[in-house]
């Protein structure tokens, strides 16, 4: 049970930086963050796109992540940048790259063709571990199929919410600076997006994926982001995008598997192990295979973390 593979290792907290701001990779680098994102898309302003992409190959080719999850972000597939992010980016330096994170996907075509232009990067390039996926569910149109995007691609490990475009789409009023899940209190009595959130979670769950909460706009509200991460993990996600360091440990906090959860693994596990396929019994209740595989992630994180 302790198969310490590169998708199981823990997915508690991710952030993202600039791509164009090299000095700043080298910081995220010495942080407990389990994911680094390294961003070409809305952080980046759209005459310096070319200069990000060799800063990001840089970084990528210069710095030791270590055991941190490394993810790039392209521009969106509607831009003139997306498919010169891919290409670019990944054939200098795929093999150090563990998840492309598309932004705004509004239809499982969108997971299709970066697929296959990942399977012609990794072909050329002698590549034989497949980079991952991430499908940010940003529009009313995405969050309309992302039962069928969740389904889209082996290469698919994980979905995220983007809680700004998100709300850009569908015309909600922005109540904060940030837009990014403040002060929602005064407009909506409970949680405004737990329909969203919830239903992002029911796909990918149902496919084995990991769940990705939207960031906390407010950095140094910290009894806010402590909130917002708990009602995300309550809803089914496994983690929440941050747009500080200074999240980093409450994120993590939050996100680290409770002697509890991990216990329940163990149970399932232990049941599953000689099983060769199909649901097993546990304490009388029945656990299908994408239970089991959700059981399997959150032992290995426990296993990754020391908690075992």
Known sequence: MEDKTRIDKPFRSLISVPGHKGKMHAKVVASKVDVIMLDLEDSVPADQKEAARKTVIDSLLSLDFNVKRVALRINSLDTPFAYKDLIHVTEAACDHIDTIVVPKVNHEGDIHFVSRLLD????????????????????????????????????????SFGIADYQASIGAALISLSGHGENEEQVYPGHRWHFQISRIVMAAKANGLVALDAPYGNFKDDAGLKKSAGLAKALGCDGKWVIHPDQIDTVNQVFTPS??????????????????????????????????????????????????
Do not use: Y
């Open 120 to 159: 012609g990067v990794e072909m050329a390039s002698g590549q034989k571990r497949k980079i991952h996926i991430q499908a940010c569910i940003e529009t009313a149109q995405g969050l309309s199929r992302v039962k069928e995007i969740a389904q889209a691609d082996s290469r698919l490990s994980s979905i």
């Open 259 to 308: 002697t509890e959860e991990i216990q329940r693994a163990r149970q399932i596990l232990e049941a599953s192990d000689d099983q060769s396929r199909g649901a097993v019994a546990v304490d009388g209740r029945m656990v299908d295979l994408a239970t089991i595989r959700i059981a399997r992630r959150v032992w290995n994180q426990a296993v990754f973390l020391g908690r075992t």
